[in-house]
C-alpha cells in the first residue's frame, strides 16, 4: 500500500545533540511538508518542498534543517540551535507542488529531551 | 495572511446524539477551507474540503460542513455519532492564490469524544 512511513516513532534527545527524523513516501508526490504539532496548538508548518532539490521555510523554521535529495525522502533534523524540540512531528505529501494542502500524513514521530 | 478559531477545544457527546464542531476564519481573499481528523498516536487524515462550488461537502463517513461566506464558518456535523467518531479533528484553511495556497494554517483542534 500506498503511505508515508516516518521513524523512528519516538525519539530521544540529548542536550546539544542533533538528531534526524525520517520521512519517506512511496505515493509520487511531488510536494513533502513537514508539521510540528504542540498540545492545544494545531500544526505549525516547518519547511516545505515542491520538487526535488527545493525546500523553503515555514512558520517556525529556526533550529531546523531539511534536504530532499531524492523524490521519495524529506528527511527534517532538528539541530541543538532548537531550545524547545518536545513535540509531536508529522511529515505529510500533496500529489503535485500546486495542490498546496497535505493530503496523506505519517504517523509521526514524538521527540522528547533527555 | 489567515487564521482559524476553533470555538469549543472539548466536545463530549453520547452515542446516537447529533454533533456540531465549530470553526470560524479570517482571510482577506478566497480560500480553500478543510477539515482533518486525527485518531490517537496517528497522523491526520483528510475529512473533507471546500474548494469551489457547491458550499455543503460531505465525507464518506457521515460527515458534512458548509461554507457559509458571510459568517466566515465552515462548521463540521455529523447527525448521529459512533464510538468510532471519538477523535481531535481540526479545521484550516488556505489562501487560493496561486504561489502560496501551499501553506494551511489550522486551528487549535477539537477533542470530539463520544460516550456510551
Known amino acids: 500500500d500506498g503511505g508515508i512511513t516516518q521513524s523512528p516513532k519516538y525519539l530521544f534527545r540529548k542536550e546539544g545533540q542533533n538528531v534526524t527524523l525520517s520521512c519517506e513516501q512511496n505515493l509520487n508526490h511531488d510536494a513533502m511538508y513537514w508539521y510540528r504539532q504542540d498540545p492545544g496548538q494545531g500544526l505549525r508548518l516547518i519547511y516545505y518542498?515542491?520538487?526535488?532539490?527545493?525546500?523553503q521555510k515555514g512558520d517556525i523554521a529556526e533550529g531546523y534543517s531539511v534536504s530532499r535529495e531524492k523524490k521519495e525522502s524529506f528527511p527534517l533534523t532538528v539541530t541543538s540551535a532548537q531550545k524547545n524540540p518536545t513535540a509531536f512531528y508529522l511529515c505529510?505529501?500533496?500529489?503535485?507542488?500546486?495542490?498546496?494542502?497535505?493530503?496523506?500524513f505519517g504517523d509521526g514521530t514524538r521527540l522528547s529531551i533527555l | 495572511a489567515q487564521s482559524v478559531t476553533q470555538l469549543d477545544s472539548q466536545v463530549p457527546v453520547f452515542e446516537e446524539a447529533p454533533v456540531e464542531l465549530r470553526c470560524n476564519y479570517s482571510s482577506s481573499v478566497s480560500v480553500y477551507l478543510f477539515w482533518y481528523v486525527q485518531y490517537p498516536n496517528q497522523g491526520l487524515q483528510l475529512l473533507l474540503k471546500?474548494?469551489?462550488?457547491?458550499?455543503l461537502v460531505e465525507s464518506i463517513n457521515g460527515f458534512e460542513a458548509e461554507f457559509n461566506k458571510s459568517q466566515t464558518s465552515f462548521h463540521l456535523r455529523k447527525p448521529s455519532v459512533h464510538i468510532s467518531d471519538t477523535a481531535e479533528y481540526f479545521c484550516?484553511?488556505?489562501?487560493?492564490?496561486?504561489?502560496?495556497?501551499?501553506?494551511?494554517?489550522f486551528g487549535s483542534g477539537t477533542q470530539l469524544t463520544v460516550l456510551p
Open positions: 484550516a484553511v488556505s489562501d487560493t492564490q496561486t504561489g502560496s495556497a501551499r501553506q494551511l494554517t
Open positions: 471546500y474548494l469551489s462550488g457547491s458550499t
Open positions: 518542498s515542491q520538487i526535488v532539490n527545493d525546500f
Open positions: 505529510a505529501s500533496s500529489v503535485n507542488r500546486d495542490t498546496g494542502w497535505p493530503q496523506h
